[in-house]
Each structure stands twice: as C-alpha cells, then as structure tokens.
C-alpha cells in the first residue's frame, strides 16, 4: 500500500500526544484528550519530565495559545483572525487534535457553502422512499462534533454568506441544533466547539455577522515580529517536509533562508532591512507561508534537476512566482527591487545573476 501524503496532525503526532496524555496531571474539561495546559504544551513544545522532547508547533507567543485554549473550555467559540499565512488553519487543526483526538470534522468555507453543510443534509434516494427519517438525515461535521463532544473546525468563516453564517447562531448559543423535520434535535455534548479562522484579507466579502461576533473570542495572530522568529519558523516546516517527501537534497543553508526571508519581509513592508531604501509592495501577499513553499520548490529543484544542494538558481524561479502575482504592475516592482537592492548586495551575486536569467 502506498504511504498517505499528508496525515493528520493526530496521526503524524500520535506520539507526542500519547506522551503528554501519560504525563498529564491537570484536569481535564470533560471528554478532553489532554488538560489545558498540556494542549498549551503540545503547541509551543518543550521536554516533559521523563526528557521527552515534544516540538513546537506554533512559534510565536505563548500567550495567544493560553487564551485560545482557554476559551475554548468556556461556551464561547473561537475566532483566529488575521493575514494569511499566520498559522491560523495549522493552529487550529493542531488544537483540535490535542483537544479532541481528531481534526477531520471541518467545514470549508467558500462562498458556495449552504445551510446544509453547516446544520445537515438529505440523502434524496432515501428521503423520496422513506420520507424524513433518522436514516435519510446526512449529518455534517457540525451534528457529528456536537453528539461526540468534540472540536468542529470552520475554516474561512467570512467566505461564507451571512445568512448562512447564521445557521451557526443557535448551535453556539443554544448548544442545540434543530430537526424540526424529524421533531427532534440534537443537543451539543460536552467537550464540543467551535474553531473557526477568518482572513482580514477578505473583509468586506462577508462581515462577520454581529449576532455571531458576539458569540466568539477573537484571537489575532501576527505576522512574525522579528526576522529571526520568521527564519526559525521557516526553517523547522522546511526541515519536516523534507523528511515527510523523502527529497534526495541537502538541507539548505541557513543563510539561503535567511535571504528569502529578507526579500520578503522587505516587499511586504515596503523598505529595506536597513530602513534606508523605500520599495514598492507587490499585490500578492508574501507570508511566511509562500516563503516555506519557496524554499521547498527550490529543494525539489536542486534534488531532481541539480547536484541536491540548493543554489539561488534553483530559488529565483520560485521567488519570482511568488512576487510575481500581476504580469504588469508586479513585474516592474520586481524589476527595480532587483536592480536597486539585489543588485548592490555582494553576497546576493549569485541570487542577481538567476534573477537576471529568468527575467
Ligand atoms: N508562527 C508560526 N508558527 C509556526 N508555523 C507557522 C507560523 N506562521 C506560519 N507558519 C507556517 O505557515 C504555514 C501556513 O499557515 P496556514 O495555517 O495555512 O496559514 P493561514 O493563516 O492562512 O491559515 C503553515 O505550514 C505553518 O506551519
Ligand atoms: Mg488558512
């Protein structure tokens, strides 16, 4: 059988979740896998008392991390919020793992998601033959959290319509989700919530409706504060998916890292490193995120189309997709960053020439 691609956070990390659960003296909100502050734990990593390294998976603020799992024990539900590529969607299946054992139930939100994705659905072939019965009713991972007392996670809320956001009013206020169909209703086991991420990105798709806001804590994640605390970030998921894709490449040097990171974290805030030069931003957004993907895609180039160490060849490609989101406005931001800051860095040379190659 072939190996699965990506596994969930409960199975890549069954271990560490297993270890923690053993060491474990807090109590536990009912049907929690793990007490607070080991959830907390799980996330930042840390060594347990038996010198059991658990590894981070959320790099930044302790803080943040106590206050969601915090309010997650409460009958409030829980916003992240914030640019993409701040972790939100990896936080939150990371606390549905070490909260519930399971992050699978999740609702992705679009702007094509209806009422019965959210509450349930019919099977038609069943409701013609049968009528309305328990066995026509599709549950959705909303019912299916609420009965087993576990964590729901909504990805992308403010995609979804607002009247269709609503659906979620009476579950996280209620704890309750009508059948009027069926005469019944399913009501909310303890241990159930709700995790659910917006991008501010895409205010003004849909508000969060207010009814709703105020049935939420709000959690912002930030964009890394310093550029060490980006490379750091970067660095560790670069390093776990090369061992996940088993790439025939070396490891790449901290110093390539180190420059990806800069060249986006000087696009993204429109001036050099050093604060003297101001360059224009690019449309796109350059988060942590694409520049983790850059770096993997230059260590796929390097293991299949070079000798397996990463050159400013195999990154420049990625680096200019990345940038490059508009053909016409972000091509010509792009060129003047090369000839204005790439270019009069001697120890970029090397990055100078790829890019001049490929323009
Ligand atoms: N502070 C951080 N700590 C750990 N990983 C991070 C951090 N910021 C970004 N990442 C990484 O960036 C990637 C994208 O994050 P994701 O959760 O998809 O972002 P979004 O906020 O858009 O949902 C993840 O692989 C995650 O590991
Ligand atoms: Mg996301």
């Known amino acids: 059988m072939s190996a699965i691609l990506r596994g969930h956070a409960e199975q890549l990390y069954a271990q560490e979740l297993e270890e923690l659960k ?17 959830v907390v734990a799980y996330l930042m ?17 302790r803080r943040l991390m106590e206050i969601a799992v915090a309010t997650l024990t409460t009958d409030r539900a829980l916003l992240l ?15 549905s793992a070490a909260i519930s054992g399971d992050s699978t139930m999740m609702v992705q939100g679009t702007a094509g998601t209806s009422e019965e994705s959210i509450r349930y659905g019919w099977n038609y072939a069943r409701l013609l033959a049968e009528g309305p019965t328990e066995n026509a009713l599709v549950a959705t991972p909303v ?16 995609r979804i319509g607002a009247d269709v956001q609503d659906a979620l009013i009476t579950i996280l206020s209620e704890k309750s989700l009508p059948i009027p169909e069926l005469n019944t209703e399913v009501q909310a086991v303890r241990g159930f919530n709700v995790i659910a991420t917006a991008n501010n990105r895409d205010k003004g798709v849909n508000e969060l409706s207010s009814a709703l806001k105020r049935r939420f804590n709000t959690v912002i994640l930030p964009v890394p504060d310093s550029i060490e605390e980006e490379i750091n970030i970067v660095k560790r998921r670069v390093e776990s998916y090369e061992k996940v894709m088993q790439l025939p490449a070396e490891l790449p040097a901290l110093q390539e890292i ?50 397996g160490r990463l050159t400013a060849a195999d990154l420049a490609a990625g680096i200019i997709g990345a940038v490059i989101k508009d053909p016409m406005q972000d091509k010509l931001i792009w060129q003047e960053y090369v000839e204005t800051v790439i270019k009069t860095r001697d120890e970029w040379k090397d990055l100078y020439r790829a890019c001049r190659d490929l323009a």
């Open 45 to 61: 990593g840390g060594t347990l008392k038996n010198g059991f390294e658990v590894s981070p998976k959320y790099i930044g603020n």
């Open 143 to 158: 019912m299916r959290a609420m009965q087993l007392g576990k964590i729901v996670r909504i990805e992308e809320l403010t």
């Open 258 to 307: 180190r420059r990806v990171v800069t060249m986006f974290r000087e696009l993204r805030n429109g001036v050099t490193a050093d604060g003297k030069t101001k360059i224009k931003t690019p449309s796109g957004t350059l988060s942590t995120a694409e520049a983790i993907s850059v770096m993997n895609s230059g260590l796929s180039m390097a293991a299949y189309f070079g000798d």
């Open 81 to 95: 919020y914030g640019l993409p590529g701040t972790a939100k969607s990896w936080v939150s299946e990371h606390l």
């Open 22 to 38: 053993k060491q474990d003296n807090g109590s536990r909100p009912e049907n929690w896998l793990l007490s607070p502050p080991a």
